[in-house]
């Protein structure tokens, strides 16, 4: 596709639920991000997957959570046994390769709005 | 640790000029880049600075200091769809992560 798809766009879950995010990053980037931004704040980055490399996975804030990646194509983020304060868009971005250059920019998708009751 | 540091709020007059800082202390650097951010959608990309001076793209402009750990995002001849946030981001010294401040939320008043 054209840019970066995410899916759902917007979850609804109970507490203690499982749910998992789907990102569908553009076509030929070797890079992909998953970000968590609550409401009113920055990002805060959770995992990096790079090509073939073993994923960046120092952001993720515990346990419940877990990534993967299928080759430099989908990636699912699945939490496990939701808490309230899961709830926050789920941001996933991809961009071209892991080294510098000009305008080595992120391509951010659309985000998933999770909301745990 | 890492700590990206921008005023969480700003508000200007459409026409006008406005400076948005950011300060960052990290370890490690390779770039810093600057995304807008509208409301309830995705950040989209707005500048790259990674030596240090001034870049820029149009209506945009962004300035570097490396050793002082500072960045601007300078908009000129403001417009009312400027409003948005806008998001000072590092990137670490592998290339695989990026610091995001919190955000400057700017106000473009008529």
């Known amino acids: 596709g054209a840019g970066v798809s995410q899916s759902p766009s917007n979850k609804v879950t109970e507490k203690g639920k499982d749910v998992e995010l789907r990102c569908d990053p553009i076509s030929g980037h070797t890079a992909l991000y998953w970000y968590r931004q609550r409401l009113g704040q920055g990002l805060e980055f959770l995992i990096y997957?790079?090509?073939?490399?073993?994923?960046?996975k120092s952001g993720l804030p515990s346990d419940r959570f877990s990534a993967e990646r299928t080759g430099e194509s989908v990636s699912t983020l699945t939490i496990q046994r939701t808490q309230q304060e899961d709830s926050a868009v789920y941001l996933c971005?991809?961009?071209?390769?892991?080294?510098?250059?000009?305008?080595?920019?992120?391509?951010f998708g659309p985000g998933t709005r999770l909301t745990v009751l | 640790g890492q700590n990206i540091d921008q005023p969480t709020e700003m508000t200007a007059t459409e026409g006008a000029i406005v400076q948005i800082n950011c300060t960052y202390q990290t370890s490690g650097f390779n770039g810093l880049f600057w995304y807008q951010q509208h409301a309830g959608e995705a950040p989209t990309f707005l500048s790259y600075n990674v030596l240090d001076g001034l870049e820029e793209k149009g209506r945009f402009s962004s300035f570097l200091s490396r050793s002082k750990g500072y960045s601007y995002l300078l908009l000129k001849e403001l417009q009312m769809k400027d409003s948005a946030s806008y998001l000072c981001a590092v990137r670490g010294p592998n290339f695989n992560k990026f610091y995001f401040g919190s955000g400057t939320k700017l106000n473009v008043k008529p």
């Open positions: 997957f790079q090509g073939n490399s073993a994923p960046d």
């Open positions: 971005a991809s961009s071209p390769g892991g080294l510098a250059g000009v305008g080595d920019e992120q391509f």
